[in-house]
């Protein structure tokens, strides 16, 4: 696909936006001179700056990007694999409302993140003053050919649409017929995944093998932060530990019976008691390993503490010298 927008004005669902000359320039303007403003962000004015700016942080994927080389370990190698609305709902899941593009159709235990679809994006004049031709961010223009081609797998039916509209998915106002009239220009054979973002080239994504994945892809503990509380974070780990004490315990009491009735196998005697040192060894090394825990989430808690007041004292001292200059 080239530089062109991928829709045609007639189809477009958001009606808000205009084209307007600014000197030799051409720029945004609103269809209604009392909301000059981008539909749906009454902070964002219409100046090209400001809705680069707002299309950026809404759209790009810096981290999942990044991570491109290693989302095979963490998902089916397509584009299409993503599950519609009602499907997530078959599967257990519960849709849940972000604004944050990197969370975007992905998805831990009982819940899948989705990022509503702005109205701006549905917009020809947006789409043919920022995303298309040759003044065109290339990474804005493949993040956004990217998430809106989402939709398409995500509203299948008319099902998926209502559910859609139920959970303020889609901007109001639209149709069925409106909506997949518009969503067929974004389709697979239309948006190549060679014309999307990175990210984009794989569907939905799961949090916990990001978060496995994140320490050697993005060299940070987790991709996201699922867990808050000391207690969940210990909590994760005591089906395994449980788990495999529970198994430890049987060996032990085997090799016990096995001793008691056979005390002539010496050399089973002996691995036993070996054995039996080791599991000493396994459980201190575990109590161990969750007091150390304990101690690097207190002192990252503490460090993070002290950059944000040090941090507090600066800006206090940076206005109390900009407050005597005046």
């Known amino acids: 696909m080239g530089l062109l927008v991928p829709f045609s004005e ?10 307007t000359m600014d000197g030799p320039l051409r720029r945004l303007a609103s269809s209604s001179p009392a909301e000059p403003w981008l539909p749906g962000f009454p902070a964002i004015s219409l100046d090209a700056k400001a809705v680069e700016a707002c299309l950026e942080r809404e759209l790009l994927t810096p981290k999942l990007n990044k991570m491109h080389g290693w989302l095979w370990l963490v998902a089916t190698q397509s584009s299409s694999h993503v599950s519609s609305l009602t499907e997530q709902i078959v599967r257990g899941r519960d849709i849940i409302i972000t604004e944050d593009a990197e969370l975007h ?6 819940r899948v993140f989705i990022k509503p679809l702005p109205s701006f994006l549905c917009s020809y004049h947006l789409w043919n003053l920022h995303l298309s031709g040759d003044d065109a961010s290339k990474g804005l223009r493949e993040a956004a050919l990217g998430y809106v081609r989402t939709y398409q797998y995500l509203i299948r ?13 889609v901007p109001e106002g639209v149709g069925f017929t409106q909506f997949m009239t518009f969503i067929t220009a974004f389709a697979s054979n239309n948006v190549l995944d060679t014309d999307v973002s990175p990210r984009y080239t794989y569907g939905q994504l799961r949090l916990t093998r990001l978060n496995l994945w994140a ?3 993005l060299g ?3 991709f996201h932060k699922v867990q808050w509380q000391y ?15 529970g198994f430890l315990s049987v060996v032990l009491a085997a090799m ?3 001793s008691q009735a056979r005390p002539e196998w010496g050399e089973f005697a002996s691995v036993s008691a070996w054995f039996s040192v080791a599991c000493l060894l396994t459980v201190v090394i575990v109590a161990l390993g ?3 825990l304990l101690i690097f989430l207190m002192s990252n808690e503490f460090t993070f503490a002290m950059k944000a007041k040090r941090k507090a004292k600066r800006e206090k001292e940076k206005s109390e010298v900009t407050r005597n200059k005046v």
Do not use: M, T
């Open 215 to 217: 320490k050697f892809a």
């Open 290 to 292: 969750l007091v150390l």
């Open 220 to 222: 940070q503990w987790v």
């Open 231 to 245: 207690a969940d974070i210990f909590a994760q780990f005591y089906a395994p530990i449980i788990l495999a004490f």
């Open 105 to 110: 159709l992905v998805w831990i235990h009982n």
């Open 157 to 169: 039916y008319e099902s998926d649409f209502r559910l859609a509209k139920e959970k303020h998915l």
């Open 256 to 258: 016990q019976v096995g």
């Open 10 to 19: 007639k189809v477009q669902l958001c009606h808000e936006l205009s084209e």
